[in-house]
T-cell receptor, first 113, second 113 residues
Framework: DQQVKQNSPSLSVQEGRISILNCDYT??????FLWYKKYPAEGPTFLIS???IKDKNEDGRFTVFLNKSAKHLSLHIVPSQPGDSAVYFC????????????WGAGTKLIIKP | EAGVTQFPSHSVIEKGQTVTLRCDPI?????LYWYRRVMGKEIKFLLH????????ESGMPNNRFLAERTGGTYSTLKVQPAELEDSGVYFC???????????FGSGTRLTVV
């Protein structure tokens, strides 16, 4: 039973355009959501997060949107750059779960020149 | 500051053998986590140490897996005896406070043949 789902295994976007990565969750107890970026042969690197009390968080080119009623979050990257090509993981945690992260399966983002 | 270091980066062992993975967290980080990613699927929590104590080991698959963190510094994860389904990438992460985002190591790719 996957509590965090990333339904797109891969996504190809033209350089300079917007990349939108999606994530759905089922557990209404999740109160914190994170996006990690992973390059081959490296560990995941924290990118951006959002608390359930917010619906948007922005950091430079990266914006995360949270729609609690739909149990959906998305990561927007604008403009997309070649260095953004990586696997992006969505993760969630619930207060009281010892902040254990529950992860999606990842989406491979390919930025085309 | 040195990051989270994992050793070895790759390990290929035969079914039935024993393997020990090591993780050196960032100095001063009391919290240490082990995660595993199997065959391109989602990353799954294994366990969480606070200093030398196991805070949460609910993700450990079975008693073939033994994690230790002597003296609250580095941690080892031993698999004995290894089975084919144990193949995957084992990630270690650490954080100063229990919380939301932590620093990952590059992972150990374990292949059981």
């Amino acid at each position: 039973d996957q509590q965090v789902k990333q339904n797109s295994p891969s996504l190809s976007v033209q350089e300079g355009r917007i990349s939108i990565l999606n994530c759905d969750y089922t557990n209404s107890m999740f109160d914190y959501f994170l996006w990690y970026k992973k390059y081959p042969a490296e560990g995941p690197t924290f990118l951006i997060s959002i608390s359930s009390i917010k619906d948007k968080n922005e950091d430079g080119r990266f914006t995360v949107f949270l729609n609690k009623s739909a149990k959906h979050l998305s990561l927007h990257i604008v403009p997309s750059q070649p260095g953004d090509s990586a696997v992006y993981f969505c993760a969630a945690s619930a207060r009281g779960s010892n902040y254990q992260l529950i992860w999606g399966a990842g989406t491979k983002l390919i930025i085309k020149p | 500051e040195a990051g989270v270091t994992q050793f070895p980066s790759h390990s290929v062992i035969e079914k039935g053998q024993t393997v020990t993975l090591r993780c050196d967290p960032i100095s001063g980080h009391d919290n240490l986590y082990w995660y595993r990613r199997v065959m391109g699927k989602e990353i799954k929590f294994l366990l969480h140490f606070v200093k030398e104590s196991k805070q949460d080991e609910s993700g450990m698959p079975n008693n073939r897996f033994l994690a230790e963190r002597t003296g609250g510094t580095y941690s080892t994860l031993k698999v004995q005896p290894a089975e084919l389904e144990d193949s995957g990438v084992y990630f270690c992460a650490s954080s100063q406070d229990v919380g939301r985002g932590y620093t990952f190591g590059s992972g150990t790719r374990l292949t059981v043949v």
